[in-house]
T-cell receptor
Framework: GEDVEQSLFLSVREGDSSVINCTYTDSSSTYLYWYKQEPGAGLQLLTYIFSNMDMKQDQRLTVLLNKKDKHLSLRIADTQTGDSAIYFCAESSITDSWGKLQFGAGTQVVVTP | DTGVSQNPRHKITKRGQNVTFRCDPISEHNRLYWYRQTLGQGPEFLTYFQNEAQLEKSRLLSDRFSAERPKGSFSTLEIQRTEQGDSAMYLC?????????????FGPGTRLTVT
């Protein structure tokens, strides 16, 4: 089946930029997402990008999509301690059940003072 | 708009018992999804409703699992004869299936522990 892969852990100092990377295999992926999960909580939709876009910026968040390499990244500018969480990359494909999300295993981001 | 809610938040049950979880989606969202998340993993798709119709079920959803959305609003997920391997976080999400079906909003989840 289709796979979404992420690095498991990222440590970053407060005030620095964080970059979380993701690769996917489904060439028919239509939307690619970033979700944030804090301990004991559900998933918060941070941002998403349509596959015909290369970049999307939303306040401190910048999403870059390299469709040729099937690589997605999330950059968080001026990282704060409140950004410590697990970040999930996910994709959905129009050829699959519309809206069904395929998630990676998540990247734990730890922000140190 | 109070967001997606799920009840109970935590459930501890003994192996072999039946459990039922409830999900209330964001009002007017006509699509509802169930996912399961085990420790250290991302959520895995279980099933999906558009209004009251269950349109897809994952192969992860064994015969012991059943989901309903009788009036196209709230949904229930029942697990019969629970097994220890059913221990997980069960997440519900909803979306508005007209132009924004790609924006899925998740509830806080129900954490199931089977002893």
């Amino acid at each position: 089946g289709e796979d979404v892969e992420q690095s498991l852990f990222l440590s970053v100092r407060e005030g620095d930029s964080s970059v979380i990377n993701c690769t996917y295999t489904d060439s028919s992926s239509t939307y690619l997402y970033w979700y944030k999960q804090e301990p004991g909580a559900g998933l918060q939709l941070l941002t998403y990008i349509f596959s015909n876009m290369d970049m999307k910026q939303d306040q401190r968040l910048t999403v870059l999509l390299n469709k040729k390499d099937k690589h997605l990244s999330l950059r968080i500018a001026d990282t704060q301690t409140g950004d410590s969480a697990i970040y999930f990359c996910a994709e959905s494909s129009i050829t699959d059940s519309w809206g069904k999300l395929q998630f990676g295993a998540g990247t734990q981001v730890v922000v140190t003072p | 708009d109070t967001g997606v809610s799920q009840n109970p938040r935590h459930k501890i049950t003994k192996r072999g018992q039946n459990v039922t979880f409830r999900c209330d989606p964001i009002s007017e969202h006509n699509r509802l999804y169930w996912y399961r998340q085990t420790l250290g993993q991302g959520p895995e798709f279980l099933t999906y409703f558009q209004n009251e119709a269950q349109l897809e079920k994952s192969r992860l959803l064994s015969d012991r699992f059943s989901a309903e959305r009788p009036k196209g609003s709230f949904s229930t997920l029942e697990i019969q004869r629970t097994e220890q391997g059913d221990s997980a976080m069960y997440l519900c999400a909803s979306s508005w299936g007209r132009d924004t079906e790609y924006e899925q909003y998740f509830g806080p989840g129900t954490r199931l522990t089977v002893t």
